[in-house]
């Protein structure tokens, strides 16, 4: 009887799984596996609270695969670039005939797959499981694009010409076997506040669709509401496919979500967002490599103040949404997409410091890290990347607040020190012994930001 198996990567789901459907109809036998490469977690630096989010997350999908008579084996590969051996001694302990998994799209992950694609002399099926293929759309002229609106114009397009379809969970001729245990990787935070199963996850997507989706233009910039879904760690893990959030959405939404200014298309828009980046990151690879989309804009004198950083880590800069912002990230490990583009803009733009130390310090602490959405979420807001907000269009952190935050709830969510302010005080605090006094004076942070990127054009 032949074998194959199903590598798991960034696709921790039954559902909608389109290696693991194809490998179910390939073969009777079908074993998975998950390499765990635990010096890469510690290179890497992935947050205690991510690490213990993926562990919960691989033992889910063990009890899952399971009851379809697969077991799932984790294989401890010490280190990224050990896969190919560790793959191929794999193949070799169970005679696989071939083994699947979904292509995955950045510089190192190519490399990885081409090296291991040797190591299994042909052996190892790669199937695409983007919602939109970064390969699949380019302008008229043969170039990817590099801009936003055109790119999800044309993506519209195409996806309503081919709307995606989902697959099932697949059938198998295997019985029950008893589901693995995941290692526990060190230092873990918890992350239960998360929800982990595939049917947590989907009953997460239908509620949000149902009730919310239909105010999400109006409510998304109000981090003190719950206006957006809260799905990204469940995405960035893929215990939930972009394609059945699109699926979802339109058997709620129907028609609207092809109407990109309601709540529904609005929605949608950031879905495509998360294609967006995936897209510049395969086609511009030196944006994995540390370097600005923008090149010229790699001369930029940033700064590098360890003092300065670490009062914007900990959320100490006495400006009140900035400090909120990052409170609510060092606690509960996400933080709400308008507070990451104040606070990504305030460090690039309030305190000059370079784009790729917030990058990082991100990536070690969100619970969602994803390395392309991080990416171009930061060369936005350092006026360095696609799309990027002009140079000379800077927030200004007082106003943000005032604007996204009118009454301070969420504010006092996480700064309680400013329990007895409101109003305008409360988003420009008076000197007080228990509040820190702004770190920057904007007006003349915002000058120097100006010049910084003026010298460039000269
Ligand atoms: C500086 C910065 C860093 C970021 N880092 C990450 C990251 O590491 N991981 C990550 O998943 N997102 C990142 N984002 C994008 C965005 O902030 C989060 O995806 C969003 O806040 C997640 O909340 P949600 O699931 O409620 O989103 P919703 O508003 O419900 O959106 C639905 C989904 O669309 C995707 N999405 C939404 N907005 C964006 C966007 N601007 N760019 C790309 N995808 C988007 C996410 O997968 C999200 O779950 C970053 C944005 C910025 C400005």
Not at 170 to 198: A, L, N
Request: proline residues 6%; negative net charge.
């Amino acid at each position: 009887m032949s074998t194959v198996a199903v590598w798991f990567r960034h696709d921790l789901r039954c559902l909608d799984h389109r290696a693991l459907s194809a490998a179910c109809e390939a073969a009777d036998s079908v074993r998975a596996v998950y390499f765990l490469c635990p010096e890469q977690l510690d290179e890497h630096v992935i947050a205690p609270i991510r690490r213990h989010y993926l562990r919960r997350a691989l033992d889910e999908l063990a009890t899952q695969l399971a009851t379809l008579g697969i077991e799932l084996d984790i294989v401890n590969a010490g280190h990224f670039r050990a896969l190919p051996q560790a793959l191929s001694a794999y193949a070799d302990k169970f005679q696989l005939e071939a083994v699947y998994a979904h292509k995955e799209w950045l510089v190192d992950e190519i490399a990885r797959d081409e090296a291991c694609q040797q190591a299994l002399n042909g052996k190892l099926q790669l199937i695409d499981d983007s919602l939109i293929n970064p390969l699949a759309l380019s302008k008229d002229d043969g170039d990817p694009y590099k801009v936003f609106t055109p790119f999800s114009k044309r993506c519209r397009t195409y996806l309503q010409q081919q709307f995606p379809r989902c697959l099932r969970r697949p059938t198998t001729k295997g019985v029950s076997v008893i589901p693995s245990q995941c290692p526990v990787f060190g230092d873990e935070k918890p992350s239960t506040d998360w929800p982990v199963t595939e049917e947590a996850v989907l009953n997460q997507l239908r509620t949000f669709c149902a009730e919310r989706a239909e105010d999400y233009q109006e409510q998304r910039d109000f981090p003190a509401e719950q206006g957006t879904s809260t799905l990204s760690p469940a995405l960035a893990l893929g215990i939930i496919s972009p394609r059945q959030c699109l699926a979802r959405l339109q058997a709620e939404a129907g028609e609207q979500i092809w109407e990109a200014k309601s709540g529904p298309g609005c929605w949608f828009n950031e879905l495509l967002w998360r294609e967006f980046y995936r897209h510049i990151a395969f086609h511009f690879p030196r944006v994995v490599k540390g370097k600005a989309f923008q090149p010229h804009t790699d001369k930029v004198a940033w700064r590098y103040d360890q003092k300065d950083f670490d009062a914007w880590r900990e959320g100490n800069t006495g400006y009140p949404i900035v400090d909120a912002a990052m409170r609510q990230l060092k606690e509960t490990g996400w933080m709400h997409n308008r507070l990451r583009m104040i606070s990504a803009s305030f460090l690039c733009k309030d305190l000059h410091i370079d784009w790729r130390w917030g990058e990082k310090h991100f990536l070690e602490t969100l619970v969602d890290a994803d390395f392309a959405s991080n990416n171009g979420g930061w060369q936005w807001a350092a006026s360095t990347g696609t799309d990027a907000a002009p140079y000379f269009r800077i927030f200004n952190p007082t106003t943000q607040g005032q604007r996204f935050d009118p009454d301070g709830r969420f504010i006092l969510r996480y700064v309680p020190e400013l329990n007895a302010l409101s109003g305008k005080a409360l988003h420009q605090p008076p000197a007080m012994d228990h509040y820190p006094a702004q770190i920057v004076d904007h007006a003349v942070a915002r000058k120097i930001s100006l010049a910084l990127f003026q010298n460039l054009a000269d």
